[in-house]
Structure formats: C-alpha cells, structure tokens
C-alpha cells in the first residue's frame, strides 16, 4: 500500500459512540455536538464519530427476537433506532463537522453505510472473517478499518491479502476484546508485529483499557499507532456509561495525551529536521584538523601527518569531514600546528567513485550466481590508483583466514591483476564464473569456470578477464605484505587497498540498493 492510500487514516481519531446513544436520537445528537466541540480543540487530529448499523429484521433470527434473556438480543432491541433517525444523527455530525465512520454487522447494512454517504466503513473484530460481509464490504468503495481482536496471525494474513488484492485502503487496529482491558493485557507490542509483518499497511488501536489509562494511547502512538478509537457517551441522569466509555472530560485528556506524543514522536518515515542551533551547538564540540609539522604546498596530507583538537574555526576541516575516501593536497605551505582550512586544500572525494564500483561489482555476482555469506569483508585492490581500478586491480572477499584461507576474486571485465608473488603462501584458484587468462611463470594459460589451476610459493603470476570472472583462491593463511610485484611503481599496500565491510543486500539487483 502506498504512502498516498495510506494518508487518509493519518491521525484520524474515531469517536465510537456505539449504543451509547440508548436509543434516544436526541442524546444522540448531544453526543455528537459535544464531540464536534471536543475535535475542534484539537485540530491536529481528524475526528469523525462511528455508528453501528443492524438490520435486525434480518440480524436476529426471527424465532429469537423475543428472546431478552439474552444479553446481545435484549440490548440491541432496546437501544434501536430507525433508520430516519440515523439519518438525522448523521446530518447532525455533517453539521458539526465531523468525519463520519460505521459499522455494519450484515449486508443490508453495508448498504445503508453507503447510502448515507459514510467517510469510512468499519469492520468489528467479531466479523473478522465473516466473509460474506467481508466480500459486502469490499465493494462499497469506502476505505476499510478493521479491527483485529481475536483474529489468528493466519486469519489477519488472509484478511489482509484480501484487501490488498482488491487494492482498497485498509487499516488494521489492534484490539483486545476485554471491556474493560486490563493495563497486563493491553499487548501494544502488536502495533510493532503489524508494521513488522505487513509494511505499508496502515495500523491503529482501538481501545478498550480504563478511560483514566492515558499512558496507553501514548505507548501506541510510540509504536506507530495512525488510528485511535475511543467508546464515548455524555452520561445524564437518565443515561450511565459503561466501565470502558470515556465521559467528555476524560476524552480530552485522552487526546491531550496522544497530542502530547504525537509531538514527543516528531516526523515519521524520515530523518528528522537539524535546528541551526543543535548544528551549531554541536560543531562548536567538533574537533578541529591540524597539521603536525610543517608542510609544503602540493603535498598530499596523510593521516599520520594530522591531528585533532578543539577549537574548530569557521571553515576549517573538521575530524567528521574525514573518510578513507577523502584525498586532502595542500595549495599552500602550512606551519607547524596550523589548521587545514577547506580553502587552502584541493578536496577529492572518491567515495561515489567506490559506490560506482560496487554497483558493477554487484552485477558481476549476481550474474554469476556465487552465493555469498550475509556480512562480508571486501578489500578493492587498485594498484595505480582508485581512477585505474577498472583497468587494473581486483575486488577480493575474504571468507576464513586460518592455518587455511578462502577468499573470493573477482575481476570485472577488461581488468588486469599486476605480475606478483607470494614468498610465504601457495594457493590454489578455482574458475567459479566466467574466462580468464592466467599467466604463470611467463607462459600464459586461458582458463574457465571449473578449471583448478595451482600456484607455488615464489612464482610470479598474473590474471586478468576480457569479460568479467569471478574466482576461487584456496590458499595457507594469508599474511599482509606477502605480495612482491615486479613494478616497483605499483603503490604501497597502505595506498593500494580500500577496505569494507558490508551486508549481502548491498549486493542485491546488481548493487541498485547502494546509496
């Protein structure tokens, strides 16, 4: 579901009035004016008050309709209300303001909801997967909120498919269908499970715990909670509420408390927003770099070459501009001690220069079907420099380096590893993907996946591949420095070599989740 469906349950808050009108429309309509009252002090939320439409000609089996003795039967017959009256409830809440919500418990009244111009069609736990309504229901072309109390993880999952199938806008709310609910049974950690398990598919709560609980609507909106139900009445002398129905006063502070963390909660799918001031404060703790001695101009500044120390003036580097990406020449002489001002520096930053790598890098295991280990460490071996790389150099995965060692070596296409040798170990590659040309000893050798090809201590070799490769090395454990290549222009191992360690999905399509 996207960001767009889902906006419409942004911060809406449902008054459900239930059979707190007691069947008398003019308490109804008290209800809803005392509402609207309530919604437009709080602004930031989008209030709407929720009916419940019954057909009981058709919702009560006829030889039961007598029946008082039980609970459900006498209470719905005694607070009914036609459907005129519902209509003029419904004109009194347009009136007012209030978005409007309703939940039918049969087919007829999935009609009336539609008819009457509802903004939201709402789903009790007890129908959760009553299909026939369910199939009702999905074609009245009103966005869905459906509440879960009761339901299995297997039965949310198919309710969920059936929606998303029909691509309506749906809500999941998370229920208890205790009244009143315990605080030890209030399970809000269902919120994180819904997010976790159906991403993109809007979630809120439908509450049920004491109407002087206010802590637990600010836990829910913690989690992520974009729906928050309440039972509300406007108890008279004539009309009580029940022990899970807030009273105007008590609705208040509930929505006082979810504005309150809603605030505390700040922006939600983003990174939020820096004040100039926390900026400001915290450069202001952020050190500085310096030159230890004295240094001319043109001179690439080397790490060993620097220190860090507060204060940091207005324009100097600071030690968070650092990376291994970053190459620092300087354009004038500094003294000893002096700061390295951005001004005074030619900055070359080769870290999207290394993302293109990695990118391509990607493509070449993904098309060669190696399957890799989740975390990886990744040495890019670039011998004449990161801006030759692709021409020549290597990008090795190492996997276990013991008393034995494995890495991975792949080459992309047109890249060629330098002439070397190895005083301590011997190796063995294995073609896993692609062609190669391996040169040992001067005599040069094409090779392919499957092919087993040994190299000894102190024989110098070569590889390269026209059209990208991807190796085996098999080899005693590997020791730093154990590489002697025949051109002494070749970098030092501390300038030839960038080092990461990554996640497998950095890999995925072709390296298309790097950012």
């Known amino acids: 579901m996207s960001t767009e469906r889902g906006a419409i349950f942004d911060r809406l808050v449902i008054f459900e009035m239930a059979n707190n009108h007691s069947g008398d429309v003019e308490h109804g309509k008290a209800i809803i004016r005392k509402y609207a009252e309530i919604a437009r002090r709080f602004p930031n939320f989008r209030c ?14 006829p030889d039961y309709k007598e029946r008082f003795d039980l609970k459900y039967i006498k209470r719905f017959s005694e607070t009914a209300l036609s459907e005129e009256e519902f209509v ?13 919500a309703c939940t039918p418990f049969d ?18 736990s007890c129908s959760f997967t009553d299909w026939p309504l369910l199939e009702k229901a999905a074609q009245a072309g009103k966005p869905v909120i459906i509440s879960t109390a009761g339901a299995a993880a297997g039965e949310i999952s198919q309710v969920t498919a059936f929606f998303e199938h029909r691509q309506i806008d749906f809500a999941l709310m998370h229920c208890v269908g205790a009244y009143p609910t315990p605080d030890e049974a209030l399970e809000l950690n269902q919120l994180d499970y819904f997010h976790e398990l159906y991403p993109g598919v809007p979630a809120g709560f439908s509450t049920h715990e004491s109407p002087e609980n206010f802590e637990a609507v600010m836990m829910a909106v913690a989690k992520g909670a974009v729906i928050l139900e ?14 899970y129905s807030s009273t105007p006063e008590q609705t208040e502070k509930w929505l006082a408390a979810a504005e309150r963390a809603y605030a505390m909660c700040g922006v939600r799918g983003r990174r939020r927003d820096i004040s100039a001031k926390e900026a400001a404060d915290l450069q202001g703790l952020q050190r500085g770099v310096f030159v230890k001695n004295a240094v001319k101009a043109g ?75 989740n975390r990886m460490d990744l040495e890019l071996s670039h011998h004449y420099g990161l801006e030759k790389f692709r021409s020549c150099g290597c990008s090795i995965i190492t996997c276990v380096n013991r008393e034995y060692c494995k890495k991975i070596i792949a080459l992309l296409p047109g890249q060629q590893n330098p002439t070397h040798t190895h005083k301590i170990k011997e190796e063995t590659f294995h073609v896993l993907y692609g062609e190669m040309t391996l040169t040992l000893d001067g005599v040069k050798k094409n090779v392919s996946a499957g092919d087993l090809i040994v190299v000894e201590r102190g024989v110098a070799h070569s590889f390269g591949s026209e059209t990208g490769a991807v190796m085996e090395e098999i080899s005693t454990t590997h020791q730093k420095g154990d590489s002697y290549y ?19 999905d950095w890999l995925k399509d072709g390296g298309k989740s790097i950012r």
């Open 107 to 124: 087919e007829v009244s999935v009609d009336r909801v539609v008819k009457h111009g509802f903004d939201f069609l709402k789903i009790a």
């Open 486 to 504: 025949d051109d002494p222009a070749i970098k030092a191992p501390a300038e030839r070599k960038t080092y990461m360690t990554f996640y497998a």
């Open 299 to 373: 001179t690439v500044l080397k790490p060993e070459e620097l220190f860090f120390a507060i204060p940091c003036r207005a324009g100097q580097l600071r030690a968070n501009d650092l990376s291994k990406y970053l190459e620092l020449t300087a354009r004038c002489d500094l003294a000893p001690g002096a700061p390295v001002m951005s001004a005074e520096m030619t900055v070359v930053n080769r870290r999207q220069e290394v993302l293109g790598i990695i990118r391509e890098l990607g493509a070449l295991l993904a098309k060669s079907g190696v399957p890799l280990m």
């Open 230 to 243: 309440r039972h509300v009445g406007l108890p008279t002398e004539k009309y009580k509420l029940n022990a």
């Open 88 to 100: 003029a409830m419904k004109k009194c809440a347009d009136e007012c303001g209030l978005l409007t």
């Open 48 to 61: 709407a008050i929720k009916f419940q439409y019954r057909d009981l000609p058709t919702f009560i089996h």
